[in-house]
């Protein structure tokens, strides 16, 4: 039976826990803080969205919405439980006691509402690691690759199978029947070719190898018979593995795809004529899946299979080198030894010695695929090496990260910038640097996090489909800053909830920054892996794109010496000829010099034959000259105007408009900028 006296009682211990939690969370943060901007969001969502409700769909409402509806929430949530609360007092005074109890349920359910939504971990349902406003078209550091800068994407839905259900071992994303293998095969051929403009994929490798040699004072020559080649991927999870047969155990975590790699020994050996005896692959911390062995094994049979400590079944066991790296923080930052007594003999915590393929190897092709990380917030290239040494696991780079303990355990959270992060030695490391021909990543089946299965992209032009894509470049830091913007524009909130946010962790581009420019380093610190007084130099460029639409960098843009992303969507697939660069659509560049005096230049890019028109406009709408009016074949192209009008009169000073027009079979599409002339 129920008593008063009990119920008196509970109601004091709840009092007083509301007491316990006002001070917990008092100060200008939670108090202060989200009542004002929520009332603001608010405020916000009804002046603009009330005049026109389509509003609904632009980045600041996908913001401000979420805020807005908890800020309702928050205050409804108060006079709810405030009004239950005096209720159930009064109803226990009078003794009606079943129908005080709910009143108090009710009353400790918005008091609830209230505790969670002002504590650091829940304003406007956004996790606490929630990324600063990244800005858009701000190029740092050096471009690299034959093209500089250059990153090739190339998506195409028919690679993967739709209707794939990664969560049942018998429709596991990796098996054959949800990859078409001679999709994939054309798009690492589209990606190459596109990346090199050479019209084969022979001529496009010989490029890249060519430019490598030159780039580490080998001279300006191509692959040489004899050379041995190491595939670098990612096996994340294989360590669960059947031991008798090499299966899998873990079926669902997002790995390097089987077929991609298929794809590039395709490439190595049919094409560029490399010995099968001269390639290496394997992940060097993990092992080789069966299928993966099969899958590879049983077209290229002399190709050495790497092994983290077996050497049957086909295998052979890696063994381990004299290379060491030496990282920057010198011991200030990673873990201890004491944590971590696997550490190589006479090799200090700070260090880490590598396994001998790296030092046998003349190039090195680096696989990862593009996923979320818990840690580090992105895990790509630089990532991938956290299976490279001869440690048994990585703990002891973690403190190299955003979220050293993973998220939300913060107890060594290290987020922000100019910070030091290991991925910045392991990108610059010599060994792996100058080895590096190409980095390829797989992006057919990204995920969230390191772990996790694949999940299908809701952005455009995805559109609730697997991402279906390969990247490939020359410049480790432009291809990451690439893959960085699409993470941290898939995995948000709005789109996978606040589970597989990690992209946004703040600080997950910090090791970007600081790979391309010293600038970004700490104060007073030097990155230095090697150990012999030389810092690194700029490893790449960096750059965050204009807008998710768009996904244009400088170079696209025509605005400096930035990242330029070549994509090429499905229906271009296979269709690469010489001296042209792919684009989704054809791209109006702004005119340069603007504003001008005497002349100005119009680029523009065109990825498929037309008819096309380029013509100057005043500010009136009449036409004052055009440019262009006839056929054009893919390619870049420049028209210049010297400001001379239709009857050969100077034009006069104001602002003009300039249309792009591009007229094809199937479609038509246009353009405008506006250019500014002063004489």
């Known amino acids: 039976m129920i008593r008063k006296e009990n119920i008196a009682l509970l109601l004091k211990h709840i009092k007083h826990h509301f007491k316990r939690t006002k001070s917990k969370y008092t100060g200008i943060k939670s108090v202060l803080l989200f009542p004002v901007i929520g009332l603001l969001s608010l405020l916000w969502v009804i002046l603009r969205v009330a005049p026109k409700p389509s509003r609904l769909r632009y980045p600041c409402m996908r913001v401000a919405v979420p805020t807005a509806v908890t800020f309702l929430g928050y205050i409804i949530a108060i006079f709810t439980s405030l009004f239950s609360f005096r209720k159930a007092r009064e109803n226990l005074r009078k003794s009606r006691y079943s129908l005080a109890i709910i009143l108090l349920l009710i009353s400790i359910a918005g008091g609830t509402f209230l505790v969670l939504h002002t504590n650091k971990y829940a304003y406007a349902q956004v996790p606490i690691y929630k990324t600063r406003v990244l800005e858009s078209n701000q190029p740092m550091g050096e471009a690299k690759g034959v093209f500089p800068g250059r990153v090739v994407w190339v998506h195409d839905p028919d690679a993967t199978d739709e209707t794939c259900d990664p969560f049942e071992q018998s429709d596991a994303w990796y098996l054959n029947s949800n990859n078409n293998q001679n999709v994939i095969d054309a798009m690492l051929d589209t990606a190459v070719m596109a990346l090199s403009e050479q019209s084969t994929v022979a001529d496009a490798w010989d490029s890249f190898f060519k430019y490598n040699n030159s780039d580490r004072g080998k001279g300006y020559v191509g692959y040489q018979s004899g050379e041995i080649i190491f595939i670098k991927i990612n096996r994340t999870a294989s360590y669960s593995y059947n031991y008798e047969d090499f299966s899998r155990t873990n079926y669902l975590t997002s790995e390097t795809s089987p077929h991609v790699v298929l794809a590039l020994l395709r490439h190595l050996v049919n094409e560029v004529g490399v ?33 983290n400590s077996r050497s049957d079944a086909g295998r052979e066991a890696v063994e381990i080198g004299e290379s060491i790296i030496h990282y920057s923080d010198r011991g200030a930052i990673l873990r201890s030894s004491e944590d971590f007594s696997d550490a190589s003999s006479g090799v200090p915590i700070y260090a880490d010695t590598f396994y001998t393929i790296f030092e046998d190897c003349e190039y090195l092709i680096n696989v990862p695929v593009l996923k979320g990380h818990k840690r580090a917030g992105a895990t790509m290239f630089a990532k991938n090496h956290f299976g490279s040494h001869i440690r048994s696991g990585a703990q002891h780079l973690h403190m190299g990260l955003v979220v050293p303990d993973e998220y939300p355990n913060e107890k060594n959270a290290r987020y922000g910038y100019g910070k030091y992060r290991v991925l ?71 789109t996978h909830g606040d589970s597989l946010t990690y992209p946004q962790l703040e600080g997950a581009d910090d090791h970007l920054e600081q790979a391309a420019d010293s600038i970004n380093w700490p104060d007073g610190f030097i990155y230095d892996p090697e150990d012999d007084g030389t810092p690194i130099p700029s490893l790449g460029v960096h750059e965050h794109w204009n807008n998710s639409w768009n996904r244009q960098y400088s170079r696209n843009l025509g605005t400096g010496n930035g990242i330029e992303l070549v994509s090429v969507p499905g229906e271009y697939i296979g269709g690469i000829d010489e001296d042209i660069v792919l684009l989704a659509k054809p791209t109006l560049l702004q005119n340069s010099p603007n504003p001008f005096n005497t002349s100005t230049s119009i680029r523009y890019n065109i990825p498929q034959t037309g008819e096309v028109t380029l013509t100057i406009y005043n500010i009136s709408g009449q036409k004052s000259k055009t440019l262009v009016n006839e056929t054009k074949t893919p390619g870049t192209y420049t028209a210049n105007w010297d400001a001379i009008l239709y009857n050969g009169a100077k034009a006069p000073n104001g602002v003009y408009i300039y249309r792009l027009t591009v007229n094809t079979e199937d479609k038509v599409f246009e353009d405008a900028n506006k250019m500014l002339l002063i004489r």
């Not at 005896?277 to 992940?283: C, K, Q, R, T, V």
Request: hydrophobic share 40%.
């Open 275 to 307: 010995s099968e005896e001269d390639i290496y692959i394997g992940d060097p911390l993990k092992h080789i899946y069966k299928l993966d062995y099969e899958l590879w094994h049983g077209e290229f049979p002399d190709i050495h299979y790497l092994d």
């Open 424 to 494: 910045v030695d392991l990108l610059g490391w010599e060994l792996f640097r100058e080895k590096s021909v190409i980095y390829l990543m797989d992006a057919l089946w990204s995920a969230g996090y390191e772990l996790a299965p694949p999940s299908k992209w809701l952005i455009s032009p995805f559109n609730n489909d697997w991402s279906s894509s390969i990247f490939i470049s020359q410049d480790p830091v432009a291809i990451e800053s690439v893959g960085y913007d699409f993470l941290r524009t898939e995995y948000t909130e709005g």
